[in-house]
């Protein structure tokens, strides 16, 4: 342990000192309220237990709370109140009824929560009502789980370190039970990740365990009671924090849902300042350099195929992939470790296969997805994720488990005409509690996904028809060049050969039958059936010679092109001769 | 009740299709720039020259997005 210099513990003292005074204004307005208010005195909360968990750099508040309806009349809405320092924070928000002990948590289904703005409070306090699914009777109670999850609820101080000092943080929050109601028991614990404490505030009742600090029970505080703590120890937790995060999902109805993510991280911890040596950091990795981090993982979902894992250098090698049936699991670890202050973009991509997010009901095609990002602990500042549908898709639906800022554009990708719709999500400060699913509904006509091979079809046969026209079209420009003449006269009497060639051709199969039918003959001695086989080939022969001859007289005026078929005509005119007498 | 929508074709058969169906489809060009090449202008006949091309180029067609869907560039 490093001994605190004097000065250091003194820039502590007035930091806490500052904050105690920036409350103190919220302070003075709720002593005020709590000797003047009693429109919501009809409730009392016989038993808060607090546990705020600091093990990461996301503070989780989970509240247990006992309700009691002591006034007349039924309750059936519970506020929940924040200051407005930390409810600029507040990530997430879960009400939950908690059914008898020994349950475990989050068993209950969770309540419907609203923003409220009740008459009479000040503005520095934010409320939040919880509607209860059955109205509370007078004298009734019960109790519900309450988790808050705040960001950047983590302050470092110091704001910058080198690479061998250690970082602290700086946390702030009430010991007693911030509540428009009276609260009768209530106790709050601390848990911190490291036994390291630099200094936490001592109020009476105030313990420790180990990594614990345990504030209470306090009993009986009215309305609005309200007690400044604040803790500062050492933390080496990831601060990966996504400035941005821009997921694409795109939908394939060949087989794919296709994602991708930009990603744009900074480490949200204290600030690194002086230089920083990276032969001390590879020495001694726990010594110096111990709040920054070389790596991050993404829980993928099982089945992942085509990962890839690139900035705009290109690919970034240090990565690794771990899969079995329930999940896949992907370790990249960027260019160079992140420090406080240090920033990295970088782009991940996998394929999933079609039928584990895409489902149809009632006529309707919906994509059933994670709305978060799948790195572990992250915590995003903005996040954006977009859903790209197949071209065709219509009346869209967007189903979400909280609300967000919605949109629509089109993008043109590959082989498509008008381009395909796609829905726009947004939302800022985003925790891993926020990694639920979400629905996109469409309708899509199933002969719509034609149309990516019609257009290569017709693509190509666009390229055949323009060779046909290209061997049909005659381009020459003079028409009466000799070349041209003699080019014509070429292109005719090459026809003629084709078709004289094509005569001999038949010529000669007639030739072929009749022969067939001669050895028949002397096997047989069937001379009925050879004659009148000699007779259609007779026939046929005729035919053919009275059809070569305006072909062969045609020919016979290119002398120099015809000899040669002439002659070979003459001697297949004498060989059919000679078989005709055997 | 929601029921999964799966691709028309099993994503495994996509290479072997890819390959059968780009190699009729060359045959088949193959054929029909023969065709183009040796018959003269007069006895040339185009219904058979189109016929050929239609063959050729939805062969070629099938087998180019099937070809661009085995490599992963999902369509």
């Given at each position: 342990m490093f001994k605190q210099l004097p000065a250091e513990k003194l820039r502590t003292d007035r930091l806490v000192m500052g904050l105690r005074f920036d409350l103190l204004s919220l302070f003075t307005t709720l002593a005020l309220l709590s000797t003047t208010t009693t429109v919501l005195s009809d409730v009392i909360l016989s038993r808060v237990d607090r546990r705020i968990d600091l093990t990461s750099q996301i503070a989780r508040v989970t509240s247990t709370l006992k309700v009691e309806?002591?006034?007349?009349g039924p309750v059936s809405e519970i506020l929940i109140t924040f200051p407005e320092v930390q409810a600029k924070n507040l990530a997430y928000l879960m009400a939950a009824l908690n059914e008898g002990k020994g349950k475990v948590k989050n068993s209950g289904i969770s309540l419907p929560i609203k923003a409220v703005n009740p008459e009479g409070m000040p503005p520095s306090l934010i409320f939040h009502s919880v509607s209860l699914p059955t109205a509370l009777g007078e004298g009734d109670s019960l109790t519900i789980d309450v988790l808050a999850v705040f960001t950047h609820a983590l302050r470092a101080f110091p704001e910058e370190i080198t690479q061998a000092d250690i970082q602290l943080v700086l946390f702030q929050d009430t010991a007693h039970y911030l509540s428009p109601y009276a609260v009768n028991i209530q106790s709050l614990t601390v848990k911190l990740p490291k036994s390291r404490i630099e200094s936490y505030t001592k109020l009476d009742n105030t313990n420790i365990h180990g990594s614990d600090i345990k504030y209470g029970p306090y009993e009986n505080l009215p309305s609005f009671s309200y007690a400044p703590v604040a803790v500062h120890f050492e933390t080496n937790q990831p601060f990966a924090v996504a400035q941005e995060l821009v997921r694409e999902i795109e939908i394939s109805h060949w087989g794919n849902v296709q994602v991708t993510e930009h990603y744009n991280i900074v480490h949200g911890g204290a600030k690194s300042k002086g230089e920083f040596s990276r032969l001390d950091f590879q020495a001694r990795p726990h010594l110096q350099g111990a709040s920054a981090f070389r790596n991050l993982v993404a829980k993928l979902p099982p089945r992942s195929h085509s990962i890839y894992y690139r900035d705009e250098i290109g690919n970034i090698s240090t990565s690794n992939v771990w899969d079995d049936p329930k999940k896949t699991e992907l370790l990249i670890e960027p260019r160079y470790p992140l420090f406080g202050g240090w920033r990295t973009t970088f782009t991940i991509g996998y394929g999933l296969p079609l039928q584990d997010f895409l489902f149809e009901s009632e006529g309707k095609r919906f994509l059933d997805f994670s709305f978060g990002s799948p790195i572990n602990d992250l915590v995003i500042d903005n996040l954006i994720v977009k859903v790209v549908l197949p071209e065709g898709s219509n009346d869209i639906f967007i189903s979400t488990p909280f609300p967000v800022k919605q949109g629509q554009e089109t993008k043109i990708s590959h082989l498509d005409f008008v381009g395909r719709p796609v829905v726009l999500l947004e939302k800022i400060n985003v925790v891993p509690e926020h990694n639920q699913y979400f629905q996109v509904y469409y309708k899509f006509n199933s002969l719509s996904m034609l149309m990516e091979p019609f257009i290569l079809i017709s693509g190509f046969f666009f390229l055949f028809v323009a060779c046909i026209v290209y061997v049909h079209v005659d381009l020459s420009i003079s028409k009466s060049s000799a070349s041209y003449l003699a080019k014509m006269q070429w292109d005719e009497v090459r026809a003629t050969i084709q078709e004289v060639q094509s005569i001999i051709n038949q010529c000669l199969s007639t030739h072929e039958k009749l022969e067939a039918s001669l050895r028949d003959l002397s096997r047989t001695g069937d001379v009925q059936a050879c004659k009148t086989a000699r007779k259609t080939a007779d026939s046929l022969l005729k035919e053919y010679s009275k059809e070569l001859k305006p072909l062969l007289s045609f020919l016979q005026i290119f002398s120099s092109g015809y000899s040669n078929i002439t002659l070979r005509w003459r001697s297949w005119w004498q060989r059919r001769g000679s078989c005709k007498r055997g | 009740m929601a029921a999964a929508i799966t691709s028309p074709v099993p994503v495994a058969w996509y290479p072997t299709l890819a390959i059968f169906m780009l190699a009729i489809g060359l045959v088949v060009t193959a054929s029909f720039f023969i065709y183009e090449a040796t018959s003269s202008r007069r006895n040339r006949s185009l219904a058979k020259e189109l016929t050929t091309g239609a063959l050729a180029s939805f062969f070629l067609g099938f087998g180019t997005l099937f070809l661009l869907l085995a490599s992963g560039v999902y369509v």
């Open positions: 309806n002591a006034g007349p | -």
